[in-house]
């Protein structure tokens, strides 16, 4: 079953500009992770943010978790036509079998 | 080595076929899974094995069997597929610990059933 839900479903900004993607959730959380995807290939691990934490940042990207309102978002600073993918949120309830419950998605579009 | 590998990219298989999925990593991860991801959806979980022994099955059907001969390799048996089951699989894996959280995705392969 799909605990995350991004919004939006699908976004296109221009280089350079930011991009801020949002998921929400159900559930109470260990971690909230975030994936990239490009077409038809496997995803990559962007950043984890653990339930005890607020806000990480890791290069250009920078995460927040709201664990009362259970939402977490994830911004992109200075967009690439490279950053141009799906973005998956994943919870993982527990930690320690670290069984990640995907998010529908959103698809990135970054027009150079 | 930081990989996961996946063989084949592809593959077209009839019902009545039998075949296998190969995925590997020298990580040193000691959890490996299985996920099916169907075109503009995200993985589903299928397997999770821990110390090379099942530890999660997620109901998936029988025709689907998995397999973790050692720690580095984990194997996905195919046998009377549907066409629904085309789809990318992707294999992933992590190191076990608390604090180690994150999954290492192969490239997938692309499954089609006729």
């Known amino acids: 079953s799909q605990q995350g839900e991004e919004d939006p479903q699908a976004l296109s900004i221009q280089e350079g500009e930011n991009a801020t993607m949002n998921c929400s959730y159900k559930?109470?959380?260990?971690?909230l992770q975030w994936y990239r995807q490009n077409s038809g290939r496997g995803l990559v691990h962007l950043i984890l943010?653990?339930?005890?934490?607020r806000e990480k940042h890791s290069g250009r990207l920078r995460v927040t978790l709201d664990t009362s309102k259970k939402s977490s978002s994830l911004l992109i600073t200075a967009s690439r036509a490279a950053d141009t993918a799906s973005y998956f949120c994943a919870t993982d309830k527990t930690g320690a079998n670290s069984k990640l419950t995907f998010g529908k998605g959103i698809t990135l579009s970054v027009r150079p | 080595d930081t990989e996961v590998t996946q063989t084949p990219k592809h593959l077209v298989m009839g019902m009545t076929n039998k075949k296998s999925l190969k995925c590997e990593q020298h990580m040193g991860h000691r959890a490996m899974y299985w996920y099916k991801q169907k075109a503009k959806k995200p993985p589903e979980l299928m397997f999770v094995y821990s110390y090379e022994k099942l530890s999660i099955n997620e109901s998936v059907p029988s025709r689907f069997s998995p397999e973790c001969p050692n720690s580095s390799l984990l194997n996905l048996h195919l046998h009377a597929l549907q066409p629904e089951d085309s789809a990318l699989y992707l294999c992933?894996?992590?190191?076990?610990?608390?604090?180690?959280?994150?999954?290492?995705f192969g490239p997938g392969t692309r499954l089609t059933v006729l």
């Open positions: 992933a894996s992590r190191r076990l610990g608390i604090s180690y959280n994150e999954q290492f």
């Open positions: 559930t109470s959380i260990n971690n």
């Open positions: 943010i653990r339930s005890n934490e």
